[in-house]
């Protein structure tokens, strides 16, 4: 894999004099370098989606359509490469990076459908003769930032909506999953979407960012990570007044009435909690389980977790891969090591795994309480916290109790208590017994700390696009 920066339509290096080297964490061996971006990179890049602006805005969107067709087809076309890069970078078991590339792909799909369906509307006027519509517009040149966590999905939803929707873009990618961005780039270049419409660059994120923030070029930004980080580059935003998407973290409660199949919700429980080493923003973290059911389920969820095989992600047979770099591992052992310090159960993990790579066991710690640093700090890791309650209230009351509400989880068989879950929960996406918090066409955002506006479905490519009054009387 060659790395570079992605400008104006060709692949090229850095010019900031330092370089950046990309690290496979199941083995802790390079893959790879690349030399960063300066001021005056990010500055071409800013100047390419600015210039090439109005020739795609003015694009047909049948046309735009058709291109972002071609993207998708591409993608599917690609798919082993970019699950290989994937699983190289990230260090995801293949097979779930076949997986995202798929979503990845049809997210250009979902976008290249609405890309003909941005409609307006007309209000009836007040006198005759008179009209008054409600036109969408491009907002402009978009700055959008990507973390390392979900490489492929979330590039392609902040493009393929950002472009449906006449926009063009500068996404600063992660520096340790570079690769996959730069495949996506190499897809857009192949199905002949114009030089300078989608713009990526790799180095010092504060710099870029601040540089990205303060341009009265760029109209907006999407972002992606952190909620320190978001909240940052947010009040950077304002300061230009410009539009702000914030995609942040979360902590997702998942409540367990005693009515259900125990055995089936714990095996889809465990599945999903570790899939990509729950490094995903809504990834089931804080059970509630009613304690009628608690000592079954907590059993059943320790053995399925303690059985999960940890290993090579090319291995067919591997479910857990490694964590992505040194700071998740520490930040995982942190969190133990708290609840350790505080004589919560450790009854499964707890540990790191062999000396090469970055592997940690998968964990679950029982009834950790409120005080725990695990039980308010976003684990971002494999780590489950199981906990009991008594009344549906408390378990409510403790889903809620956080400042994030990205997404939330509930299983009951009993109808009036899912539609109280639906309505009670604060959080962006509420799931009822099933654990797909967001597809290409579902709108997905946080409440609370948890972000800003949405992304995906129809509501997430409005983001991109500004509304206009047209009234116009009869001639004179």
């Not at 304002?238 to 055995?263: N, Q, W, Y």
């Not at 942190?334 to 009854?347: C, E, H």
């Not at 592997?359 to 971002?380: H, K, Q, R, W």
Request: charged letters at 25%; proline letters at 5%; one cysteine or more.
């Amino acid at each position: 894999m060659e790395y570079a920066q992605f400008i104006a339509g060709e692949f090229r290096q850095g010019t900031a004099g330092k370089t950046f080297r990309i690290v496979n964490p199941a083995n802790g061996e390079a893959l790879g370098d690349f030399a960063c971006a300066a001021r005056g990179d990010v500055e071409q890049a800013i100047s390419a989606a600015a210039a090439s602006f109005r020739g795609w805005r003015d694009t047909s969107p049948v046309e735009r359509s058709a291109l972002l067709r071609r993207v998708a087809i591409l993608m599917k076309e690609r798919t082993e490469e970019f699950a290989r890069q994937i699983s190289l970078e990230l260090g995801k078991p293949v097979g779930e990076s076949r997986k995202e590339v798929a979503t990845a792909l049809e997210m250009f799909e979902w976008a290249a459908e609405e890309a003909r369906r941005l409609y307006g509307r007309v209000i009836p006027s007040r006198t005759i003769g008179t009209t008054q519509t409600m036109v969408l517009e491009s907002i402009g040149p978009v700055a959008a930032f990507a973390g390392w966590n979900a490489p492929a999905i979330t590039p392609a939803r902040k493009i393929s909506g950002a472009l449906a929707a006449g926009c063009t873009v500068v996404l600063k990618p992660s520096e340790e999953t570079a690769g996959v961005a730069l495949l996506m780039a190499r897809a857009i270049k192949d199905a002949g979407i114009p030089d300078g419409v989608v713009n990526m660059v790799f180095g010092e994120p504060v710099e870029i960012a601040d540089l990205l923030c303060a341009s009265p070029k760029i109209a907006m930004l999407t972002f992606t990570g952190a909620t320190s980080v978001g909240k940052e580059l947010g009040a950077k935003a304002a300061r230009t007044l410009k539009r702000a998407t914030l995609e942040l973290g979360g902590h997702a409660p998942v409540i367990v009435c005693a009515d259900v199949d125990v055995d089936r919700v714990v095996k889809a429980a465990v599945a999903t909690k570790y899939r990509n080493s729950g490094q995903f923003c809504v990834c089931p973290t804080r059970f509630l389980v009613d304690e009628a059911i608690f000592p079954e389920f907590s059993e059943k969820f320790v053995d399925a977790a303690s059985a999960l095989k940890v290993g090579d992600p090319f291995d067919p047979a591997t479910q857990m891969g490694p964590l992505k770099n040194q700071r998740r591992l520490e930040a995982v052992e942190r969190l133990v090591d708290d609840a350790r310090g505080r004589g919560v159960r450790i009854a499964a993990g707890g540990a790191r795994m062999g000396t090469a790579g970055y592997y940690y066991m998968p964990t679950v710690l029982l009834e950790p309480g409120v005080d725990s640093d695990a039980a308010n700090i976003e684990p971002f890791g494999p780590i489950a916290l199981l906990a009991s309650f008594g009344r549906l209230d408390d378990a409510i009351e403790e889903a809620n109790r956080l400042p994030f509400g990205l997404a939330a989880y509930a299983y009951t068989n009993h109808l009036g208590t899912a539609d109280r879950l639906a309505r009670e929960i604060e959080s962006g996406s509420v799931c009822i017994n099933e654990w797909q918090a967001s597809l290409p066409e579902t709108p997905f955002g946080g409440h609370k700390d948890s972000g800003l506006g949405s992304e995906g479905g129809i509501e997430g490519i409005r983001e991109f696009l500004r509304v206009k009054c047209v009234r116009q009387g009869a001639s004179t």
